[in-house]
């Protein structure tokens, strides 16, 4: 709590006692002024780079308002709006998973009671172990080819100017693939990595489009998305596994009155899972695209990359709004449609 130090001198000599906490953003100013007859108790007032709050908060003394006046940049508000955004992004994440790791303990409890559900968390855990990212490995996955800073040195300079805003302790290997298609994927975590880009996509889009899709790409893995789509996986072939076997036990029993809804929970609980892994992915690509805005400040190569990617696949420009789109189709998306993820990035560069 804020408390101003009043002078009751100053207030004699007309003179209001200002408080201000320094070097800070958005900046806050405290004053005591004399009460107006009619005034509003907030206002709001912006410029052409600032917005300002004014407050007029009541005190112990009716001649006598509290003046609480916040300043903030255009950058502040935006720059705060992402991170609300980032931290609602991860509370979504978090209820996305822990939403699975419930549904299997519930079909591990159907099977085998405390024990089922235990031995069920237990076994839904991803393997410690991924594959090394190697480039014989991409040839045989993808058919890609690792690229060099000499054969396209403007690419390793976008890649290394937005890696170092990421503060990624080392560039992800970029790998090529011939095929006249756009498209751009990420492999890996921060300590080893990769990224995908088509020779469509690197003919097809301007260097900022080719930054912001890169920065898109790279905002994955500083995430740790792939970690966290790993769990998804391994959480969703053990809701598989799980609610089989229960199905399998469930059926062989005879007289069981609860055995009809446990039986329909089990059956659903498949679809479920699926149903919460890919509101996990719409989530971590909306928070990718406004990661990928914070690592290159420009919106607009961004919008236009993604409305080139929609003309590509899709053969029509991005549609005007994204609350067009049935509720029961977005379900079952993997990715957010790309007007949702266009109508998000402008907010955020308001």
Known sequence: ????????????????????????????????????????????????????????????????LLHCRIDASFQDLSHLRRQLQHMANYRSSVWAIGGMVLLLAVCGWIVGGAEGAHRAIAGGAPRSESPAISSDAM???????????????????????????????????????????M????????????????????????????????????????????????????????????????LASLQTRNGSKTAGPLLALLSAAPALGHLLGMALSRIRELDADATALELTGDSQGLIAALDKLERHHNGAPVPACASCEDGSARLLRSHPATAERVDSLRAFSR
């Open 183 to 246: 498209n751009a994927y990420a492999l890996g975590h921060s300590g080893g990595s990769a990224v995908v880009l088509t020779e469509g996509l690197l003919r097809g889009m301007t260097r900022d489009e080719i930054a912001g899709i890169l920065a898109h790409e790279v905002a994955h893995i500083r995430n740790n998305d792939a970690w966290a789509m790993g769990w998804v996986a391994a959480l969703h072939r053990a809701i598989e596994w799980t609610s089989s076997s229960g």
């Open 139 to 181: 040839y045989r996955w993808f058919g890609a080819r690792q690229l060099r800073p000499m054969d396209m040195p403007g690419l390793f300079k976008i890649l290394g100017e937005v890696c170092s805003r990421a503060r990624l302790a080392r560039l992800p290997d970029l790998y090529w693939v011939a095929r006249g298609d």
């Open 1 to 64: 709590m804020f408390n101003p130090v009043v002078d009751d001198g100053a207030w004699l000599s007309g003179r209001p006692v200002q408080c201000a906490i320094p070097d800070f953003s958005p900046r806050f100013s405290f004053a005591l002024v004399a009460a107006a007859p009619y005034a509003e108790a907030r206002q709001f007032s912006r410029s052409s780079a600032e917005h300002a709050l004014d407050l007029y908060l009541p005190t112990d003394r009716r001649d006598v």
